[in-house]
């Protein structure tokens, strides 16, 4: 946890706390470890002894899922959407250098991930496996993502998450002591489908949902893992400031929607932030 010293903070007296989750582990950073934590204790109590999961061609899901499979024993499958192109990225070497063994999905078998008919298919070609979602996100992530706040944390009136598939946002948000607002900021264009994910997310994993939240969905820089200049100056100007460079595809997203938050006041004057880096 640390304080940023910021002059656009002190003028606007707001004081921004930075939870690093993004040191949690090299390999596994931030939520995905959270939201794998009880899934792998799950998997293992099943008797698992492959996971099984789904991602884009650059998904930090993935590349966690490929990490902790090696670390804890597990054999790992990506089914990764689209076609195969080689040489493969960065992304995908370093799970196949895990141990993943990956396969390809067309767009449209993976819109329908879900299905039965898909899973069966999985099945009949890999054997049994434990299955997570996409993004890592279920019941035993969000309960993970929970514990982002229990831990000490100094006292602050708004929380600031970025937003992929909304799991760590519904986790927070129950967690978050009364009276606190939490902001998810989506990374994504068009993330309003987001709000009825969180509602349902909350309400598997602890049978209720909460009003405290809030999606800014007007941070998304174009789209999913798009950026542009606005985007990079912003990146390259934290990076001079305070010699963290912010993890483009999320946090620096957020990080830009808080500081535009604070310049037209929606963020008032004696607030106190925290901001989730979660990767
Ligand atoms: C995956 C990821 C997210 C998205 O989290 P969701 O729970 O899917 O909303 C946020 N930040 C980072 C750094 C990530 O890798």
């Known amino acids: 946890m640390v304080e940023l010293q910021d002059d656009r903070l002190a003028t606007a007296s707001v004081r921004l706390f930075l939870k690093r989750d993004d040191l949690i582990n090299a390999e596994i950073p931030g939520n995905k470890w959270r939201k794998l934590k009880y899934n792998l204790a799950a998997a293992r109590d099943l008797g698992a002894t492959t996971l099984l999961t789904f991602g884009g061609a650059y998904s930090n899901h993935i590349r966690a899922t490929s990490a902790a499979g090696m670390h804890f024993g597990f054999d790992t499958i990506g ?33 329908e991930q879900q299905g039965q008919a898909v899973i069966d298919d999985l099945e009949r070609r890999f054997g049994p496996f434990y299955l997570l979602p996409e993004g890592g996100t279920n019941e035993l992530a969000v309960r993970g993502c929970r514990e982002i706040l229990t831990e000490p944390t100094p006292s602050f009136d708004t929380v600031y998450c970025p937003c992929g598939t909304g799991g760590t946002l519904a986790g927070l948000a129950s967690a978050a002591p009364d009276g606190v607002q939490v902001i998810g900021v989506s990374a994504l264009k068009g993330g309003g489908f987001l709000v009825d994910d969180v509602r349902r997310l909350q309400s598997a994993a602890f049978g209720a949902e909460s009003t405290n939240w809030a999606i800014d969905t007007e941070h998304h820089f174009g789209g999913f893992a798009k950026r542009n200049a606005t985007l990079n100056a912003f990146i390259d100007d934290f990076r001079e400031r305070h010699t963290l460079t912010l993890e483009w595809v999320y946090v620096a ?13 929606r963020i008032r ?3 106190r932030v925290l901001a989730i880096i979660t990767g």
Do not use: Q, W
């Open 79 to 111: 089914v990764i959407r689209g076609e195969e192109h080689l040489p493969l990225n960065e992304s995908l070497r370093y799970a196949v250098s895990c141990g993943m063994r990956l396969t390809y999905l067309d767009r449209t078998s993976y819109r």
């Open 253 to 265: 997203k957020m990080m830009c929607a808080i500081f535009d938050h604070i310049d037209s006041g």
């Open 269 to 271: 004057a004696g607030s």
